[in-house]
């Protein structure tokens, strides 16, 4: 399932967990799971779009507004591109 | 006399907690496992007048190293030899929690499953074959549900049966070929030697790559021979995925399981969710939904902010300065202190403030689209547009970000690994309108298009993304040249905004608009206030001032644009510390010439522009020179002075140059 995943995700450069859950017709949960689990070994990561500036502009009025993170995106490391390529 | 130690695994709100209340009740002993702060839970349970022990382990969903719960748990199920394990399991999230079960299998040791919260998965119409469950786990299946005490006697009499079983237990995973084979030679090097741990699981979590299990071996001393065996397996294999493979292993099994004795309601195959992503999420429908979107956002904004609450402000403004002029008159107040507060603060500053319900709509609904997990959509429609102007999706995201403040917009390029988009984002990323233009184009809006006031100011926004996206182009064929690096998004199921979020949102925005217009702004107008009425030899806010001096040095700059007084040169210039000071200057400029005779900004910016002068300096203000922080952050980002130097002056000579020619255009066209 694992692999499935990898493979899904870097074919549609998309994670819809619901997308996967009717794809690879397995409980949403149990790709959540399997997210986690990639994450956790190094397959894919997760970027930090949100960046905050506490060390750069803690004066600044905007300082709030800055570390938002809108949208999560991840990137498939070496290790997961020797995977897919083996899939 | 101790007849047995019954251990509790499960994942975290299994009702593992409920399970263990129920059992031991008030005959409970909580401390620590030595050595660290997890907490350690144990309590005795009778049964037939035996006593047994029991011993709630922590919240897990793996036995792996990962966390200090996860070793602690795994520690005392190979090493704290329990003589029987119950395996909790949440029935309606039954394939998540088999995964731990996978893993308790593969230790073979005595296992005991509480179907638990059955109750629950039963409302949700989940049913489950409880003898198929058993056969393909090997062990003996309950439910139950534990907070109501159901199903926690049959349990515990299943587990105090298993204590006295012998049958011999067997790990049901099916690995791949390859991996076998692994496992076997793994076997091969560490049988006949004293491990802490059973050989075959020692074997699969050496194979697995986990690492902790080399140090335990290391930390119990055994046969130096066998550590080098395994250093030297690692040495070759570390490139394998064999971890992956195993862990797959785990799954496939846990889903198998499933697939075989859990009976599910039929789902809805297309949800709300799909519904509206066949549209948003389109190829060809995803740009044009997009756009429509921001139109309607912008329509509100000004119909909302603008003209129904931002009159009311303006009006609030002028009658504060009304009230204080007379009242510094009345204490005879020196001229000097007159002119600045009227002219300075309540012109200039308070020409700022005046847009604050349009900075309130606007990121109210912005607020909104995020928290309603629209923004990833548009993200992604607009990353294969991206690709073709040789950017990466991610470079969207920055200029949405931009949209509210440039500078986190180009502090967000850090995620990007290749330096090449990184670059042409940063240099694209001003040409967003941030929210300190907004007041600038408003005062031009309401002197010139208030009719047409939303399609004016999504048109502007609309037009920052073409000339970045052209500029990315340029850039992209020039500077910086090659193929942009890909990532993943993440699309969430729509949500309907919470209005704590949306609120929060939008008055962390506004609070820093005031917060600003109350610092910077207020320093940057105070200077351009003095230098407006110095020397005390010559008519204030004339020509003949310092500030005058300067903008008449610069007007014929920008007289091809059609915009050519002193005053809109230098307040083009005030703009670059803060965008906002652009009105703040306009303010105390022209609206202070006027103040005898009541005229306010709006009326004074139609004296001195028409619709022609008044576009072309909007685009000026879109596209010119980012402010102060702006240029600061890229420097910092860029660690030179280079960048943020061919920032300011590329950003500057592209608004003129588009300002020039929408002018020239117009005038050719016959505009006015």
């Known amino acids: ?87 | 006399m101790k007849n047995g130690t019954i251990a509790l695994v499960g994942n975290p709100n299994s009702g593992k907690t409920s399970f263990f209340n129920a059992l031991t009740g008030s005959n409970q002993h909580v401390g620590n496992w030595p050595g660290v702060t997890v907490e350690k839970k144990e309590g005795k349970f009778i049964y037939q007048e035996k006593e047994y022990d029991v011993v709630d382990l922590p919240g897990i969903y793996s036995l792996g190293a990962f966390s200090e719960d996860e070793v602690v748990a795994r520690d005392y199920i190979l090493t704290g030899d329990p003589d029987v394990i119950i395996n909790i399991i949440d029935a309606g999230n039954i394939e998540r929690n088999l995964y731990l079960t996978t893993q308790l299998l593969e230790m073979k040791k005595k296992l005991v499953i509480a179907l638990n919260m059955v109750d629950e998965a039963e409302k949700r119409k989940i049913k489950f074959d409880l003898e198929e469950l058993s056969k393909h786990l090997g062990a003996p299946v309950i439910p139950t549900v534990a907070h109501k005490g159901i199903g926690v006697g049959e349990i515990m009499e299943a587990a105090i049966n298993a204590i006295g079983d012998k049958t011999s237990i067997e790990n049901p995973l099916i690995y791949s070929g390859v991996v076998k084979h692994h496992i076997e030679h793994m076997e091969e090097i560490l049988k006949n030697n004293n491990l802490p741990y059973p050989i075959e699981w020692t074997a699969i979590k050496i194979v697995e790559g986990d690492l902790n299990i080399l140090k335990k071996l290391e930390e119990v001393n055994v046969d130096k021979k066998i550590i080098k065996d395994i250093k030297e397996y690692y040495k070759y294999h570390t490139s394998d995925s064999f971890e992956l493979e195993i862990v797959d292993s785990r799954y496939a099994f846990a889903h198998k399981v499933a697939e075989h004795s859990v009976i599910r309601p039929l789902e809805e195959v297309i949800t709300l969710t799909d519904k509206i992503d066949r549209i948003l999420t389109n190829k060809y429908l995803g740009i044009p939904a997009f756009a429509i979107i921001m139109l309607v956002v912008f329509q509100l904004t000004f119909a909302i902010g603008e003209k129904l609450l931002g009159s009311f402000a303006a009006s609030s403004i002028e009658g504060l300065g009304r009230l204080l002029e007379i009242f510094l008159i009345k204490i005879k107040a020196p001229g000097w202190l007159v002119s600045f507060i009227i002219d300075g603060v309540i012109n200039g500053v308070g020409a700022i403030i005046e847009f604050v319900p349009l900075i309130t709509v606007l990121y109210l609904l912005l607020g909104f689209l995020e928290d309603s997990g629209y923004m990833a959509r548009a993200a992604y429609v607009w990353d294969d547009l991206m690709r073709r102007f040789g950017l990466q999706g991610k470079a969207f995201i920055s200029m949405i970000i931009g949209f509210g403040c440039n500078v986190p917009g180009i502090m967000s390029t850090r995620t990007m690994d290749s330096k090449k988009d990184r670059m042409i984002t940063m240099l694209i990323t001003p040409f967003m309108s941030c929210g300190a233009k907004l007041p600038i184009y408003s005062v031009f809006i309401a002197a010139f298009f208030s009719k047409h006031g939303g399609l004016v100011l999504f048109s502007l926004y609309a037009f920052g993304i073409l000339v970045a996206l052209i500029m990315a182009k340029l850039l992209n064929k020039t500077l910086f040249k090659g193929d942009s690096s890909y990532f993943i998004m993440e699309l969430p199921p729509y949500r309907i905004p919470t209005a704590t979020n949306v609120i929060r949102n939008m008055w962390d925005n506004v609070s820093g608009f005031i917060k600003k217009a109350g610092t910077i702004i207020f320093l940057v107008i105070i200077i351009m206030w003095m230098l407006a009425v110095l020397p005390a030899s010559v008519e204030p806010y004339s020509q003949y001032s310092i500030l005058g001096t300067i903008g008449t040095f610069l007007a014929p700059i920008f007289r091809p644009a059609g915009f050519g007084t002193w005053q809109e040169s230098v307040a083009l210039f005030a703009g670059i510390p803060a965008k906002e000071a652009v009105v703040g200057t306009l303010g105390m400029l022209y609206a202070g010439q006027y103040v005898e005779e009541g005229v306010i900004l709006v009326n004074a910016i139609r004296q001195h522009f028409t619709p022609l002068t008044a576009l072309s300096y909007m685009i000026m203000v879109l596209l010119y020179t980012p402010c102060a922080a702006t240029l600061g952050i890229v420097a910092k980002e860029t660690r030179s002075t280079k960048w943020p130097l061919v920032m300011a002056i590329y950003t500057f000579a592209i608004g003129w140059f588009v300002a020039v020619i929408v002018y020239q255009i117009g005038s050719l066209l016959g505009f006015s």
């Open chain 1, 1 to 87: 399932m694992l692999k499935e995943i990898l493979k899904a995700i870097d074919r549609d450069r998309l994670l819809s967990v619901p997308m996967l859950s009717k794809e690879l017709r397995v409980p949403e949960a149990l790709i959540d799971e399997g997210i986690f689990e990639l994450l956790r070994m190094g397959y894919i990561i997760k970027e930090e779009t949100g960046e905050s500036c506490s060390n750069v502009c803690a004066g600044c009025p905007f300082a709030k507004t800055c570390n938002k993170e809108i949208i999560k995106t991840y990137r498939i490391t070496e290790k997961g591109q020797g995977i897919i390529r083996t899939v």
